[in-house]
């Protein structure tokens, strides 16, 4: 299939799971994404440094595209991250594992930035829920530290060109 790029369309797409904001001085809530169209979500969040608080997470389920049931997605057992003092492409990844939890707490060190990534399979989902969305709770009270959230579908049931590709949310 040509689609004029060669990622965007036939193997990904992608939105805007939260633009930057400031995790310290109130939670970000993230915005939805229906796994109707693919068969993973990799949500991949970029925090920078500037507060002693630690980087948490959390991933939910919910049976509509805005209001309906949401609950948390007791899923995540492996997540990976990078972090050090500058991220500038010389990191490595590790991998974080936990028992089952919609919560990842403490993600790498306090005072460095982050590249985290957490993936979900549709097939992770309760019965009656379509949408994902991953939230950063209110982290505390030092400094500040701001995280923007990328929502990629990955392994697109229906490719297109870019510009035909449907809305994530809908």
């Not at 990078?82 to 939890?101: I, M, P, Y």
Request: glycine share 10%; proline share 2%; net charge negative.
């Amino acid at each position: 299939m040509t689609t004029g790029a060669r990622g965007l369309g036939r193997v990904f797409n992608a939105s805007v799971g939260a633009v930057p904001a400031d995790a310290v001085s109130a939670a970000i809530t993230g915005n939805r994404i229906h796994m109707k169209d693919c068969d993973t979500v990799a949500f991949l969040v970029v925090a920078g440094s500037g507060s002693t608080d630690v980087l948490d997470l959390d991933l939910q389920e919910h049976t509509a595209a805005t209001g309906g049931t949401s609950q948390d997605l007791d899923i995540i057992t492996k997540f990976y991250y990078q972090d050090e003092t500058t991220l500038d492409g010389d990191e490595t990844w590790t991998e974080g594992s936990q028992s089952a939890a919609s919560e990842i707490t403490d993600v790498g060190s306090a005072s460095a930035q982050q590249l985290v990534v957490v993936e979900v399979g549709s097939e992770q989902l309760s019965d009656g829920y379509e949408w994902v969305s991953l939230n950063v709770p209110d982290l505390g009270t030092n400094g500040s530290k701001y995280v923007a959230i990328i929502n990629l579908a990955l392994d697109l049931n229906v490719q297109r060109k870019p510009t035909n590709l449907a809305n994530l949310n809908t």
